[in-house]
């Protein structure tokens, strides 16, 4: 997705593997799962629960977090063809509508990424003890940031992502929970109360849903 972000958590690694050269590749186009994000020396910091459509271009984010020393709750929904964001109050049975000011980037590691490491989270001697992952580098054309993230060899499911630019210092994102597919398509539609709100003034970006 968009985020393309690694973590610094402590990780046992059983050892690099050996065997065919991995090569970048692309996530799966619906996924599903959550996510945790933390900035400022987790200072700043989200949970979020997501639904990711790249057929779509659509993505859902159900969160809670600190900003600021400020809790937040957030459920917003990004429709990256319509350029438009919506977020949403089942309580109030509310909605905004934002324009979208960010473009859709499939999430896939780039083609000129530089691979790090191929190892094994957990152990390796056994079947099922350890999570085979690829880590790749590199520099985000648009921003200059540089990246290091984390993918399952099998699947190319993220697991994490650290990203750095001097504006926004080191981002650090961690993934869990994910499943192919999506269980509701409701979940990436705008509930029925949003119809005909007008659009606000205001531009968002993705990032917007964070920090």
């Known amino acids: 997705m968009n985020s393309l972000l690694f973590f610094g958590l402590l990780m046992f690694v059983a050892g690099i593997c050996s065997g065919h050269k991995p090569h970048p590749c692309r996530t799966p186009p619906l996924l599903s799962g959550s996510l945790s994000v933390s900035a400022k020396e987790g200072q700043n910091w989200a949970v979020a629960k997501y639904r990711y459509d790249a057929f779509g271009q659509r993505i859902r984010l159900w969160e809670f977090g600190k900003y600021d020393d400020k809790s937040f709750h957030l459920n917003m929904l990004f429709l990256f063809r319509e350029g438009v964001v919506y977020t949403i109050s089942y309580r109030n049975k509310t909605c905004q509508k934002n324009l979208l000011n960010t473009t859709f980037h499939p999430s896939e590691i780039p083609r000129n990424a530089s691979l790090m490491s191929q190892v094994v ?8 003890e350890g999570l085979l992952v690829n880590t790749w580098t590199g520099v985000v054309p648009e921003t200059q940031g540089k ?36 269980e509701d398509p409701d979940d990436l539609n705008p509930p029925s109360f949003c119809t005909g709100i007008q659009t606000e003034e205001e531009k968002l970006n993705f990032f917007s849903a964070f920090f």
Do not use: D, K, Q, R
Request: proline share 5%.
């Open 147 to 182: 990246y290091l993230a984390t993918v399952t060899e099998f699947g190319c499911i993220p697991v994490s992502m650290l990203y750095y630019t001097a504006e926004t210092g080191w981002v650090v994102t961690s993934y869990f929970n994910a499943v192919t597919g999506i």
């Open 121 to 128: 989270l957990g152990g390796s001697s056994g079947p099922g």
